[in-house]
């Protein structure tokens, strides 16, 4: 996740530094073609190069009040009228900060600097300048903000279709109506629980929403439901324990997250192991969100032992897509044959 970040703030420096350095070459220039045969003053070279290492002072601190002030979240009718009135006072603090440098290298003069049309002429220009700024920064962060969207519906879209292919594919067909039927004769009761508990996974599977998050409560019904169906083919081979925190029922989870590692702990876990094991599903909610804890009987090796599982990858994209660095996702080896699988997710109520 801190990858994404990385990259992301590293490409903003790269267009602010290319974007201001260009900024004072084209000022350069237009400076050494009016000059003319009169030469050019050094000092007006400088006094350009500083300029425009202010005006990247001046964006990036600009751009540091936009992300406080959650302008990016604000609508247009509400953002323009913030932005015009920003750009020139941005302007103005410019225009006040060119004359320290313009002092020492001789190019101030007090009647022209205070000119009251001269400084809203200069105020003005700035302005343009830094609206045109905010133009292409907030161009750019939509842009930004709409692939991430088209990226996490893809991945929603993905995950779908690989829970459908899991759970839709013959064999597991086969093998859930093979333990129904044994049912039938030797437990009635119990062959009615399973067909529904199959009813509901592919329920769930055929008509879940195409959206962010779901409710806790919708995901663990899925996760029992699986379990339960599971639980008759791999019979006392398989044992379940949960231990949710009451607070959990508030959180709104990306769907088919935890159902997901939990039928990965089965597949690569328990059906691997001829004694078979335990899936231990708890919750803890604390003051930074909500933590998912999934223990499986197995050993996890180097990510190995999972990487063929049932979206793993595709969970983690879909973390980095809705929460940034603020998720965390980690699967460890614990004592006594244990693979611990932790989510760690933020505060996003229903």
Same mark, same amino acid.
């Given at each position: ?12 420096? #790269? ?15 237009? /400076? #050494? ?6 030469? $050019? ?10 300029? %425009? ?26 953002? #323009? ?5 920003? $750009? ?9 900060? !060119? ?7 001789? =190019?101030?003069? !007090? ?11 200069? @105020? ?16 750019? /962060?939509?842009?930004? !903000?709409?692939?991430?969207?088209? !990226?996490?519906?893809?991945?929603? &879209? ?40 199959? %009813? ?9 929403? &195409? ?11 899925? +996760?029992?439901?699986?379990?339960? =169906? ?10 379940? &324990? ?10 709104? $989870?990306?769907?088919? @997250? #935890?159902?997901?590692? $939990? ?14 094991? +335990?899936?231990?599903? *708890? ?13 499986? *009987? ?49 505060? %996003?109520?229903?």
């Amino acid at each position: 996740m801190r990858v994404m970040v990385i990259n992301k703030q590293r490409w903003y420096w #790269i267009m602010q530094l290319s974007g201001w350095a260009l900024f004072a070459a084209l000022q350069i220039v237009a /400076t #050494i073609l009016a000059s003319g045969k009169a030469g $050019v003053h050094t000092e007006r070279i400088i006094f350009l190069t500083y300029e %425009s290492l202010f005006c990247l002072l001046v964006s990036h601190m600009f751009r540091n009040a936009i992300i406080k002030w959650k302008w990016l979240n604000l609508g247009f009718q509400k953002l #323009i009228p913030r932005v015009l009135a920003s $750009v020139f006072v941005l302007g103005a603090i410019m225009y006040l900060l !060119r004359i320290p440098v313009s002092l020492p290298l001789g =190019l101030f003069k !007090r009647e022209v600097a205070f000119d009251p049309f001269t400084f809203f002429s200069g @105020m003005f220009f700035y302005a343009i300048i830094f609206f045109l700024w905010s133009t292409l920064y907030f161009i750019y /962060t939509y842009v930004e !903000r709409y692939n991430t969207s088209l !990226r996490y519906e893809a991945s929603v &879209k993905e995950i779908e279709l690989l829970n459908l292919k899991s759970q839709l594919n013959p064999h597991f067909i086969f093998n859930a109506l093979n333990s129904i039927r044994a049912l039938v004769d030797e437990n009635p009761q119990k062959s009615k629980q399973a067909i529904n508990q199959l %009813s509901s996974i592919l329920r769930s599977s055929l008509t879940m929403e &195409k959206r962010g998050l779901t409710r806790f409560d919708d995901e663990m019904k899925m +996760v029992h439901a699986y379990l339960g =169906l599971e639980g008759i083919r791999f019979e006392e081979r398989l044992q379940t &324990k949960f231990d949710i925190h009451p607070d959990s029922h508030d959180f709104m $989870v990306p769907p088919l @997250m #935890i159902q997901t590692l $939990v039928e990965n702990g089965v597949k690569h876990g328990i059906s691997k192991l001829t004694k078979g094991g +335990v899936i231990d599903v *708890s919750t803890k909610v604390d003051e930074n969100g909500l933590k998912v804890f999934i223990r499986n *009987s197995g050993h996890y090796v180097n990510g190995h032992a999972l990487s063929e599982g049932l979206g793993l990858s595709n969970t983690i994209q879909r973390l980095k897509l809705l929460y940034g660095e603020n998720a965390h996702f980690k699967i460890t080896n614990e004592k006594d044959n244990f693979v611990l699988t932790e989510i760690h997710l933020p505060y %996003s109520r229903k």
